[in-house]
């Protein structure tokens, strides 16, 4: 109880700084929460306690944690878009529903809403669960966060307190500095504008990122650089080339990247598709295998069952509240929305397994479905689609599948990781919710303390999205996403290449200052892995203890920025 009861503290703390994170940078910090958590619960226990926290607490405590975490993508992150799509859009012209947004009050139709969204999003967990051992046992899939993790809990009781003080420190240093003094990235996406306009050349300096790469497997990160110099230094200069960028000579890699972002999303649609069919043909025999079996084994059949029924209910609300919309078509496509659903959920597990963290990279795939059959106005894609929506199983899935990979690796019930998984999340979702209320409430939308100027090219696509705008997705650019995700694919088959068409899609998804450092913890891991076994051991369990650092630098770093903000009011 002593360690659950830190869980829930340390995930009070979390959800609130992953609310503000999320909020201001646009990156979610959910699928990392895992680690961080278990370094603050296992610091509080040995300071409150002053003994070393057993090892299946320190998990479960870990787990309740997370759920907070995971919830904030869902309630104050969504609230918080919404709010902000509400600002630059006209409520009659896309059908933005009051109890969707920031009106000054939190009502008991916005908590609602937020409350059915979350019990949709938690059936993500139950489909998890019920395909982890294909994903872990068939797959033997790594999920690097799972095995970051499953090293914290058992390295910070081995080692002694100095070895285990030292990496951590060192990252939440390091973290805290670059989170204080912003430094730059080292770009030279401006000067090279002039002679290749397009091409985006730049390296980030957030450690947390390298760390992060450094986790990965080495084809892994190599797929995920090579993903992303592709698209920044081919692809984008091509689009200029055919007229549908029009980039400024002066532009920084991040303003590249935000305004090629429409463009970038449907290359990610050609490339999701691809990528799902070679993969689909690549594991149908493993996947046969997993049908059989969940055909046979009742229990876990009903659990599918269950979360499909779950799933089927987020109908009813836009039968109430959409009948203007809806026609034998679109009823059909609703339907058929469940089994893609389902699909786009396993590919996500696949992508977390490989690479650690997706964001939300398979997922506007639902959006497109959505845009080509019709539907218009922001209600339907509310309740529907996964990248603008809330609902959001696709997401949780693969957090929960990665403490499922550690829970087996360390012994534990998977099933019981799975539902306090589950219940963590519906107890924290109105916490998590309230939180966006309460920073709306004390900043607005406009404040340089908490600046959301991030979502506003998000916020205008999704505009455009709403209204029906042929300009939001470029069927030609699609096209372009699938050709060349063939032809690595050709490439990688022929070639036998290890590296993963996941990970080649994952790097499309990033920004341009990134991908470098993906090439470059690539090279420095194939170094240290010809020094042998041990090193890289060692290595990668300081890695995820200083990664832990970062994360607990973060939570640091946003508690004194808002607490400098209140001084100042």
């Known amino acids: 109880m002593k360690a659950l009861f830190l869980g829930l503290l340390v995930g009070l703390l979390i959800g609130f700084v992953d609310t503000y994170g999320y909020a201001v940078?646009?990156?979610t910090t959910a699928e990392l929460s895992p680690i961080t958590s278990a370094i603050l619960i296992y610091t509080l226990y040995l300071l409150l306690f002053k003994e070393k926290i057993p090892l299946i607490d320190h998990f479960l405590a870990t787990v309740l944690a997370t759920g907070f975490s995971l919830t904030t993508t869902i309630t104050s992150g969504m609230y918080v878009t919404y709010t902000m799509l509400s600002k630059v859009s006209e409520h009659d012209l896309i059908k933005l529903p009051e109890w969707t947004y920031y009106k000054g009050f939190l009502d008991i139709s916005t908590v609602s809403f937020f409350l059915f969204?979350?019990?949709?999003?938690?059936?993500?967990?139950?489909?998890a669960h019920?395909?982890?051992?294909?994903f872990i046992e068939r797959e033997r899939l790594p999920f690097p966060i799972g095995i970051a993790l499953t090293l914290t809990l058992s390295m910070v009781r081995l080692l002694k307190s100095k070895n285990v003080i030292?990496?951590?420190?060192?990252?939440f240093i390091l973290e805290f500095l670059f989170l204080t003094i912003s430094p730059s990235s080292i770009d030279i996406t401006p000067i090279i504008q002039s002679i290749f306009p397009g091409v985006s050349i730049a390296l980030s300096l957030d450690v947390m990122i390298f760390l992060i790469a450094f986790l990965i497997p080495l084809n892994t990160s190599l797929g995920i650089g090579l993903g992303n110099i592709i698209t920044y230094t081919l692809i984008t200069p091509y689009l200029v080339y055919l007229g549908l960028l029009q980039p400024l000579l002066t532009m920084s890699s991040q303003e590249l990247a935000i305004a090629s972002s429409p463009l970038i999303a449907s290359l990610l649609i050609g490339s999701i598709i691809t990528t799902t069919v070679f993969y689909i043909i690549q594991e149908r025999r493993l996947y046969i295998s997993t049908i059989k079996y969940l055909s046979m084994a009742r229990y876990e059949f009903k659990k599918l069952l269950i979360a499909i029924a779950i799933l089927s209910t987020v109908i009813i609300p836009l039968l109430l509240t959409s009948t203007d919309i809806l026609s034998p078509l679109t009823l059909l496509v609703v339907i058929f929305l469940i089994p893609l659903y389902i699909l786009i959920t396993l590919m996500t597990v696949r992508a977390v397994g490989e690479t650690g963290t997706t964001s939300q990279s398979t997922l506007p795939v639902i959006t497109l479905t959505l845009f080509m059959s019709g539907f218009r106005g922001a209600t339907p894609y509310i309740f529907l689609d996964p990248y603008t929506g809330v609902p959001m199983p696709q997401f949780v899935a693969g957090t929960s599948t990665t403490l499922s990979k550690s829970a087996k690796v360390l012994g534990i019930d998977v099933e019981v990781t799975s539902y306090l998984l589950m219940l963590a999340m519906l107890v924290s979702a109105p916490i998590t919710l309230l939180y966006g209320h309460l920073l709306l409430s004390i900043y607005g939308v406009e404040s340089t303390k908490f600046n959301l100027i991030r979502w506003l090219p998000t916020v205008t696509w999704m505009k455009s999205l709403y209204t029906g705008d042929l300009s939001t997705f470029n069927l030609g650019v699609i096209l372009l996403g699938i050709l060349i995700t063939v032809v690595l694919g050709l490439v990688f088959k022929l070639t036998k290449s290890a590296i993963s068409l996941f990970s080649i899609m994952l790097g499309i998804t990033l920004t341009p200052d990134i991908g470098v450092i993906f090439i470059i913890t690539s090279i420095i891991?194939?170094?240290?892995?010809?020094?042998?076994?041990?090193?890289?051991e060692f290595i990668l369990t300081n890695t995820a203890l200083a990664l832990a650092g970062c994360g607990v630098g973060i939570a640091v770093h946003t508690l004194l920025s808002i607490f400098q903000w209140c001084e100042l009011c």
Request: charged share 10%.
């Open 25 to 27: 940078t646009g990156y």
């Open 166 to 171: 030292i990496p951590i420190l060192i990252g």
């Open 525 to 536: 891991k194939y170094v240290v892995l010809r020094l042998g076994s041990e090193v890289y």
């Open 130 to 134: 019920v395909f982890h051992k294909h």
């Open 117 to 127: 969204s979350t019990s949709i999003t938690i059936s993500g967990v139950l489909i």
